[in-house]
């Protein structure tokens, strides 16, 4: 099934596997709509797609605020006529011991692995109801597979998307596909957000040793994204060989 024209809709799009999803859609001839914090980055992406002769936009989005991604979804239905995927890909991870306190971080992963999931859903849901057709996808983490010191409270926001993705689909229908894709360590910007000072060290430092391409993430989703209308690709767990 050709990707050509159609809209998705990415969060989280200026670096890492946004950033890669958005460029490989577009080499497939779909449109990609980005959203994300930093404008420079956005607009990098976007005239990084156009020079590769494709088609995107963007426009900056704070998940964490309902009215932001309300309106990257309505930008997206306003420059080119509908909406056809969303990819909640936004995400953080300050991940910390449970004993070091460090509640703003707890609340910080909440409100944007979680919530700004949420808000997705619910800008998108209410226009793939109406049209009969559409496709959420949702990053999660395999750290929420396998639990691990310091990654508590992010693995939860993890798990607790990946059981807002099961129960989605089941209520789904026909119509609607809904798929959840589990990353391993991959080479992105996440380890930055850490703010336990060992535990981003130790990332890092596994990152530099094995992580795999942002690319490779982008290629799955794209796997479930190109699948006939009646195919349902439920969930896609990519990781390094080597990861334990």
Known sequence: MSLKGKVVVITGAGSGIGRATALHLASLGAIPVIGGRRSEQLAAVTAEIEARGGTAAWLATDVTRRTDVDALVTHARARFGQLDVL????????????DALRVEDWDAMIDVNLRGVLYGIAAALP????????HIVNVVSTAGLRIVPTMGVYAATKNAVRTITEALRQEAGPTLRVTEVSPGFIATDLASSMTDASARSATQQRMDE????????????AFAIEQPAEVDVGSIVVRPTAQD
């Open 210 to 221: 094995l992580a795999l391409p942002p690319e490779a993430i982008a290629k799955a989703i």
């Open 87 to 98: 990819v909640n890909n936004a995400g953080i991870s300050p991940t910390s011991r449970f």
């Open 127 to 134: 226009i793939f109801t109406a049209q009969q057709n559409g």
